[in-house]
């Protein structure tokens, strides 16, 4: 059974503080690894994507990989209230032609002014 | 504003009604997939199509029944549907070279009386 997991929080932060978001998996097969926010009532939005060991830095966001420990994160740096929402990790297990998304079950951050 | 376009946005239907939702997207994208939400879950694939063709159906009922008339456009039949079928159902696309990164539609939201 191929896992994606997640601590649900919440997780409270204060406005301007780094908001700490991690994930595990069990697949070792998996390449690919994505970071989707989902305010309540709207769909999934994709704003972080990793491939590789180590760290991608998209302005406020940083995506930590570590295959050997099965591990990925998200950094958040100068939390807004804006970014208080849930963060679903997901990662591409190989699958098929096109592979398969395999969802934690999120992680909801509150960023408290 | 999303580049994969689902309509309609609400949806309320009985349950002896037929409907469909429909699915949108211009990015040359050439897997599609449906998912349903319910509220304070992650999403649960449905139904992946793969250069035009179904490649994952997971244990759907038959009340569910996907079509994809070109690589454009995907489509949800629904018939006989159940008050436990309520949810968000969300359409989603992507692309072999982008890790299969998916780029989620704004979802339809239907109710069943």
């Known amino acids: 059974q191929k896992e994606v997991e997640q601590n649900s929080g919440p997780l409270s932060v204060p406005e301007g503080a780094i908001a700490s978001l991690n994930c595990t998996y069990s697949d070792r097969g998996s390449q690919s690894f994505f970071w989707y926010r989902q305010y309540s009532g709207k769909s999934p939005e994709l704003i972080m994507s990793?491939?590789?060991?180590g760290d991608k830095e998209d302005g406020r966001f940083t995506a930590q990989l570590n295959k050997a420990s099965q591990y990925v994160s998200l950094l958040i740096r100068d939390s807004q209230p804006s970014d208080s929402a849930t963060y679903l990790c997901?990662?591409?297990?190989?699958?098929?032609?096109?592979?398969?998304?395999?969802f934690g079950k999120g992680t909801k951050l509150s960023v408290k002014p | 504003d999303t580049e994969v376009t689902q309509t309609p946005k609400h949806l309320v239907m009985g349950m002896t009604n037929k409907k469909s939702l429909k699915c949108e997207q211009h990015m040359g994208h050439r897997a599609m997939y449906w998912y349903k939400q319910k509220a304070k879950k992650p999403p649960e694939l449905m139904f992946v199509y793969s250069y035009e063709k179904l490649s994952i159906n997971e244990s759907v009922p038959s009340r569910f029944s996907p079509e994809c008339p070109n690589s454009s456009l995907l489509n949800l039949h629904l018939h006989a549907l159940q008050p436990e079928d309520s949810a968000l159902y969300l359409c989603?696309?992507?692309?072999?070279?982008?890790?299969?990164?998916?780029?989620f539609g704004d979802g339809t939201r239907l109710s069943i009386l």
């Open positions: 997901a990662v591409n297990s190989p699958g098929g032609s096109q592979g398969n998304l395999i």
């Open positions: 990793i491939y590789s060991n």
């Open positions: 989603a696309s992507s692309q072999e070279g982008t890790g299969w990164s998916q780029h």
